[in-house]
């Protein structure tokens, strides 16, 4: 094992996401990996790129530069189809500004509806270790807003495996089963468990 990768805290990582609903589906997904996450708020300057893989990563680097700790950073979007992939990177700006009901009149009478979750989760540590995990959820855009559950797009998001629901019609632990971040999330762990010699 190199140097720098024994960390005193054990299988334990930091979140740096200002996104308490997405802490909470890390917190669930990482413990049944074996992995612990405690989260951590830094202030960084989120880039804009059309990849958010590229955001992940430049947050990640930009925040172990802050803190000097071993962390992951998660940039996710909605890619519709119809709309050539909007509002991807720009979710978040799309949902503050126009929210579900502005999405769903851009896809007023629109039949094609097919939507993906996509997550970037990047974990970075002061040796300078970068990797990146994707995950992605497939699924359509719902003709109305269901279920109080969750954040953000999940009241318009049906994903396929289980096209009955949206995922705002879900517990953290259905959602899980078919989200980007748990996917990604997923990836990471079994990554970083044999980083830490597990
Ligand atoms: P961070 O502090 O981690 O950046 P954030 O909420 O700003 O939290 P993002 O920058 O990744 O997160 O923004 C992605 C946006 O996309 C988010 O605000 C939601 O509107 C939407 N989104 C991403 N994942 C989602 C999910 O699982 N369910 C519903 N909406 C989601």
Same mark, same amino acid.
């Given at each position: 094992?190199?140097?720098? =990768? ?17 802490? &909470?589906?890390?917190? =669930? ?7 612990? %996450?405690?989260?951590?708020? %830094? ?10 893989? &590229? ?6 680097? &930009? #925040? ?11 940039? #996710?979007?909605?890619?519709?189809? $119809? ?10 700006? %799309?949902?503050? @500004? ?35 995990? %994707? ?6 855009? $719902?003709?109305?807003?269901?279920? @109080? ?14 096209? $009955?629901? @949206? ?8 959602? &899980?089963?078919?989200?980007? =971040? #748990? ?16």
């Amino acid at each position: 094992m190199q140097s720098g =990768r024994k960390f005193p805290y054990g299988k334990l990582i930091f979140f740096v996401t200002g996104n308490i609903h997405k802490f &909470n589906e890390a917190r =669930r997904i990482l413990a049944e990996h074996g992995v612990s %996450v405690a989260m951590l708020k %830094v202030k960084t300057v989120e880039i804009q790129d059309n990849e958010i893989e &590229n955001i992940a990563k430049m947050s990640a680097l &930009n #925040a172990v530069r802050e803190v000097n700790l071993p962390l992951i950073v998660e940039d #996710a979007g909605l890619f519709i189809e $119809a709309l050539n992939g909007f509002p991807g990177p720009f979710s978040s700006y %799309v949902y503050r @500004t126009i929210g579900l009901s502005g999405i769903l009149k851009l896809l007023d009478g629109v039949e094609n509806r097919r939507a993906q979750f996509k997550s970037a989760v990047v974990f970075c540590d002061p040796s300078g270790e970068l990797r990146c995990f %994707v995950g992605i959820s497939n699924g359509r855009i $719902a003709e109305k807003p269901r279920g @109080t559950s969750g954040f953000g797009f999940d009241p318009i998001f049906e994903p396929e495996e289980q096209p $009955a629901k @949206t995922f705002g019609e879900m517990s953290i632990e259905e959602k &899980n089963l078919f989200s980007h =971040r #748990a996917r990604a999330l997923k990836k990471f762990a079994e990554w970083y468990r044999n980083f830490l010699g597990a």
